[in-house]
């Protein structure tokens, strides 16, 4: 019977509660799940001392043991974050005890990983150089301008790169787990733990962090919100700028000017973003063929869709399906 994966999660006073207990749950399900006379998981907290570890959810954990008594071996190491508001702006934690001992615990470990705002502490250890890497949006322009030599993407739920993985805010931490469950027992392990959770398995780490509405500010026009709505309905149908307005019983001239004013986009760019991210769910989740993905999510042709894909998304269709969906061809 092989010994269990010891797996460590590093972490620091005023920590994000599910950062440390996201992961470890999904290594225990899925240690109950693989079975056998040992655990395939066991799962460590350390932190600088030994003992109660309050974290910015007012509730405190224990950390088994502190970081200098980790002993070695440790088969994935991970690193909890944190964030503050400054001045109504989102700052990543770092914490130079744990920052040092990274540098210095993490080139022994089998696999490395940053949670959220943790990722900021592996770039602070030097352990991201050259590497592409994502973390939560909020920090994401944080992260890539004190590290220039990071390749850092803030849309991605999870990237990894070689051993080395990051992630996204807080529930991205469970996706990243599961793909490391199923890199270790393979796909149907992490499919069930995902089931014993009741949470969707199938996110992969490529899936943008948030949908088009969700990343507009907020508005208080409740005639915008209603044409966003009627607008993810209607997506395969013919859209114009002109018809928007109408419906909203606006020249074009004040619709257009309304529209950015409560969602700091043109209609039309808009219209694209959410028929590019209706195009993406329909390569990821279907076998469908190009020209019916075209259709549906409203950018009609094969050619169009081309074109939006590789501004929008970097990649054309097929190479999207082809990273996110395997096992379908693009036709």
Known sequence: MPAPRTVVIAAFPGVELLEVTGPAEVF????????????????????????????????????????????????TL?????????????????????????ATAAPAARRVGGVCAGVHLLAEAGLL???????????????????????????????????TWTCAGVTAALDLT??????????????????????????????TQFSVPLSLQANADDRIDELRRWL?????????VEAMADRLNLSVRHFARVFRDCTGRTPADYLEAIRVEAA??????????????????????????????????GATPAEYRRRFRPHAAAR
């Open 129 to 163: 150089t050259g590497l592409p890497a994502t973390t939560h949006w909020l920090t994401a322009d944080q992260l890539a301008a004190h590290n220039p030599d990071i390749v850092v993407d803030p849309e991605p739920i999870f990237i990894r790169a070689g051993r």
């Open 28 to 75: 225990s399900v899925a240690s109950r799940l693989v079975g056998g006379d040992a655990p395939a998981y066991r799962v460590e907290i350390a932190t600088t001392q030994a003992g109660p570890l309050p974290t910015a959810a007012g509730i405190s954990l224990i950390a088994e043991r502190s970081l200098a008594e980790v002993s070695p071996g440790v088969d």
């Open 280 to 313: 993406r769910r329909l390569l990821e989740e279907s076998a469908h063929s190009l020209p019916h993905v075209a259709a549906a999510s409203g950018l009609g042709s094969v050619e169009t869709l081309h074109r939006a894909f590789r501004r929008r998304v």
């Open 232 to 240: 993810e309905d209607h997506l395969a149908e013919r859209i114009s």
């Open 78 to 102: 991970l690193v909890a974050g944190a964030m503050e508001n400054v001045d109504g702006r989102y700052r990543a934690v770092t914490d130079p005890d744990v920052v040092a001992w990274l």
């Open 178 to 207: 599961l793909a490391m469950v199923a890199e270790d027992h393979g796909p149907a392990i992490a499919l069930d733990a995902a089931r014993a959770m009741v949470m969707y398995v199938k996110r992969p780490g490529g899936q």
